[in-house]
């Protein structure tokens, strides 16, 4: 029988938990990925007493990672899972080394030990190609999804939300109607009732993807509150109601004026829609890379690109050149015929900000 973990580990790790939550403002989805790869130690070791840990322990237990299987593919486990696990536990005993009763029991030298080589840092770091829609792709997804029930016209709108917004699905899970303005345009993600990435409060202006989408989201306003009665505080796409059918199984039977609790009813909206007409699944949040990539083929200045940039919640326009803005394959392609003809003219705006470009690559 599998040893249980002490009450002293489980007594440090509450406080660790509260250390990560209070002192480190993180939120409790990156909490439970640190939880999960101590646990994942505790495990290997046989719920070793943390003030025991030496190098032995750190390095049994990278090499155990490193050969450990995936319970999803059955391959060896990616070399990203393994350098975040490493992270999450080096960050763990250097917060340990400062706690009363374990700094003269783990010497600082031996969580080095922790560390991957270089080699595998590399692979871990190296950036995958992405799966990115066109928008010519979201929006022939979007003409094909059906909109004759409350239930499928709630789709179609969240569909076109995420088109227009860019908005990470947590903030779709937690918008209300109040937060929506169809004069102004705009989306505004308050972060006291919106779900957003670091508590950031900020106004997205809808991008220009045509007519389709803001018509589908009017219409489902148009609907909520005016045949259902939705208030301005009730939420924009609610939550299905469920009852019994003749079986005595859950079907769907309307809406419940509740928030999803999560974004997968989002990401399986998602996955329908795009299953229906033929193409690959494509999550809520790569639609992120999808109006990065259509902003890079609009924008002309580096001020319109500034704009677009912030509209997606980046404080600085780089976030949006290395976090979204990969160049597809073929696009690589086509730059690189371009910069063999004799170059146009540029503005001191646009060098600018290609040289601050390179500088920040260099120093990375």
């Not at 002192?23 to 070793?48: C, H, P, V, W």
């Not at 840990?53 to 049994?60: M, S």
């Not at 860019?166 to 308050?190: C, E, M, P, T």
């Not at 083929?297 to 326009?317: D, I, M, R, Y």
Request: proline share 4%; net charge positive; charged share 25%.
């Amino acid at each position: 029988m599998m040893k249980k973990t002490s009450t002293k580990n489980a007594r440090i790790l509450h406080e660790y938990a509260k250390f990560l939550r209070e002192a480190k403002q993180l939120d409790d989805s990156t909490i439970d990925g640190a939880m999960k790869s101590i646990n994942r130690f505790e495990e290997a070791t046989s719920y070793l007493d943390f003030k025991k840990f030496r190098t032995k322990h750190a390095i049994a237990f990278k090499k155990q990672l490193l050969n450990s299987k995936s319970m999803v593919t059955g391959d060896n486990l990616s070399k990203a899972t393994v350098l975040t696990t490493m992270r999450h536990l080096k960050s763990f005993f250097q917060f340990l080394v400062t706690q009363k009763g374990y700094r003269a029991k783990i010497n600082y030298s031996d969580i080095e030990y922790f560390n991957l080589s270089e080699k595998d840092t590399r692979i871990a770091n190296a950036k995958r190609k992405r799966n990115v829609a066109t928008v010519e792709q979201v929006m022939q997804t979007l003409e094909a999804m059906p909109c004759d029930t409350a239930l499928e016209m709630r789709d179609r709108a969240l569909f076109a939300f995420v088109l227009l917004t860019g908005a990470r699905d947590g903030a779709v899970a937690s918008v209300k109607i109040k937060h929506v303005d169809l004069v102004d345009q705009s989306f505004y993600q308050d972060a006291r009732e919106v779900k957003t990435k670091f508590s950031k409060t900020f106004v997205t202006y809808f991008f220009p993807v045509g007519e389709l989408p803001s018509t589908a989201l009017a219409e489902w306003i148009e609907y909520l509150t005016g045949e259902l009665g939705y208030k301005p505080n009730d939420p924009l796409f609610p939550k299905t109601k469920l009852a019994h059918n003749e079986n005595q199984q859950f079907t769907a039977v309307g809406l419940l004026k509740e928030s999803w609790s999560n974004a997968t009813p989002i990401r399986k909206v998602f996955k329908q829609a795009f299953e229906a007409v033929g193409l690959p699944y494509f999550n809520p949040h790569s639609f992120r890379n999808t109006l990065v990539r259509l902003g890079e083929n609009l924008c002309g200045t580096p001020e319109e690109f500034k704009a677009w940039s912030q509209n997606l919640g980046h404080e600085s326009v780089l976030t949006s050149f290395y976090s979204y803005g990969d160049v597809p394959d073929y696009r690589q392609a086509e730059l690189l015929k371009t910069l063999a003809q004799p170059r146009t003219e540029s503005t001191p705006e646009m060098e600018a900000l290609i040289q601050q470009t390179m500088m920040k690559m260099l120093n990375k």
